[in-house]
């Protein structure tokens, strides 16, 4: 993997947080692949599949959504090729608290660019029922 090639990855990641909290439902496929899969593994968890449904979860926040930050990302690429990125993430809460935890994605390199094909949001704290380690 190249430093521009992980340059570039870094770029897609910050980008999340503008399109989604900005609720630009026609720039996520900067973002995300197509088919992209979003697991989200607070209290019973949910999964989100394909760019309508992602745009759909951005939309349905509404005006009060958290406003996410990715930090902290380390690029890795597995013995049978598969990128991925580990990030940190804040979430500020309309009421000024803080919400945190990992995106663990898997990438891949597209015609226009690397985008994230599959991004499990793991939290940290506060810890729920579904997230006790």
Not at 115 to 131: D, E, L, T
């Amino acid at each position: 993997m190249s430093p521009e090639d992980v340059g570039n990855i870094r770029q897609t990641l910050a980008l999340f947080a503008h399109v989604f909290d900005n609720k630009e439902v026609a720039e996520l496929g900067l973002v995300f692949t197509e088919d992209a899969v979003i697991e989200l593994t607070r209290g019973a968890g949910r999964t989100i599949e394909g760019l309508v449904a992602i745009g759909e979860l951005a939309v349905g926040l509404g005006e009060d959504a958290p406003d996410h930050h990715t930090l902290d990302t380390h690029v890795s690429v597995d013995a049978d090729g598969t990128v991925r990125a580990r990030s940190r993430y804040l979430a500020v809460l309309p009421d000024g608290s803080v919400h945190n935890g990992d995106y663990l994605d898997v990438l891949e390199r597209t015609p226009g660019g690397w985008r994230i094909g599959r991004r499990v949001s793991v939290p940290r704290y506060p810890r729920s029922a579904g997230n006790t380690g």
